[in-house]
């Protein structure tokens, strides 16, 4: 259902245009993980003009709406501001805004600017409401792209009664209702060294393939209803640097994407069980995450026509210790690639939908 304000085509068109503004504004900034200060003085320069009270730790800016109420319980409405290094694949300047065909090019264009700039609009459009069932949080936080301490995991304690978390990132305005979490596994299977003349039974390299391959082929007992199962990838192995030397170890790393039937530390104890290499792990706080599908704002979008699926990709959501959905305009095919981009119609979509959607919960 449309209300009468969204109605207003120079309504919509006015919060469109503050937004592709800003997003031109942003792109020009090179903001990659751990240097997005310049980036966020844009941001905040852009809500005071607008007259919100800006609050910054470090390299984040959030702001809360004008009427907030501490008795009350908020929704906070986040995305990054930090993006990747330009791929060598690019044809265009990645920090040179370009408006063309419906599109806006750049670097975090479309991961997760579009994002940002749409979630802005709608903070505004809520901001000086009254008699809100919630309070609405924006923060627009940085080092998402390599799960920093400094961005939300370091804001979110400041943040006042956050109730539930809408992680701004490309999904085409559907409703990621469930996301996998990522653990890192460091392992070392151990050998002994020898000329390759000679027989040797205790081969590092061998040993390790024969842990791996099964690992590799374990299936989890659990299965996710929307992440499906536990998926384990080898990305790093190591191991010898002459050609008639066996080393005397194998070094190898592990992808694992967990799903909301385990913790990274259940999933990491059973991968440990089943191999006999050493295993590490680098970090346990990026779990899954997962929304129920009868929760409010999930039934307004679906209200809407929007979607639910389970997301492979992993964000802030890790981090952020309440309950969350990721939403956003932009297709996340598209992050990391070259020459990114966002159509000016998904932006359009994007607030409109975000509000409609918080109206009916706000």
Not at 157 to 174: C, D, H, R, S, Y
Request: net charge negative.
């Amino acid at each position: 259902m449309i209300t009468k304000e969204l109605k207003s085509v120079n309504h919509i068109d006015e919060l469109l245009d503050n937004a592709t503004k800003l997003l031109k504004k942003m792109i020009a900034t090179p903001s990659l993980s751990k240097e997005e200060y310049d980036v966020s003085l844009v941001i905040e320069s852009f809500f005071k003009e607008k007259g919100v009270a800006i609050n910054r730790y470090k390299n984040n800016i959030w702001a809360t709406n004008k009427n907030f109420d501490a008795s009350k319980p908020s929704i906070l409405l986040n995305t990054h501001h930090d993006t990747v290094k330009p791929n060598k694949a690019y044809t265009m300047d990645p920090f040179i805004p370009v408006e063309k065909d419906g599109k806006i090019f750049g670097l975090g264009s479309n991961d997760a600017g579009a994002s940002l700039v749409a979630m802005s609009q709608v903070f505004l459009h809520f901001y000086e409401k009254e008699n809100l069932s919630h309070n609405l949080i924006i923060a627009l936080t940085a080092e998402e792209e390599i799960s920093g301490v400094d961005g939300i995991e370091a804001l979110f304690p400041q943040l006042p009664n956050v109730e539930l978390a809408i992680v701004g990132e490309p999904t085409k305005m559907n409703l990621a209702i469930a996301e996998k979490g990522l653990l890192v596994i460091d392992g070392e299977m151990q050998g002994t060294a020898s000329h390759a003349a000679h027989p040797n039974n205790d081969n590092a390299i061998v040993k390790c393939m024969a842990d791996l391959q099964h690992i590799l082929n374990y299936k989890f007992e659990k299965t996710s209803e929307y992440l499906g199962d536990v998926k384990v990838t080898l990305t790093v192995i190591n191991a010898g640097t002459q050609h008639n030397v066996v080393p005397e170890k194998c070094n190898f790393t592990l992808d694992v994407r967990v799903t909301d039937e385990y913790s990274n530390k259940e999933v990491f104890d059973i991968i440990q069980s089943e191999m006999k290499s050493t295993l590490t792990p680098r970090s346990f706080r990026l779990n899954s995450s997962k929304i129920e599908i009868a929760h409010p704002f999930v039934q307004a979008g679906l209200a809407l026509g929007r979607t639910t699926y389970g997301s492979p990709t992993s964000s802030d959501q890790a981090i952020i210790p309440c309950t969350s959905v990721k939403m956003g305009p932009g297709d996340s095919l598209r992050s990391h690639t070259a020459d990114e981009f966002i159509y000016i119609a998904e932006i359009k979509d994007g607030i409109e939908i975000y509000i409609n959607i918080l109206e009916q919960v706000l």
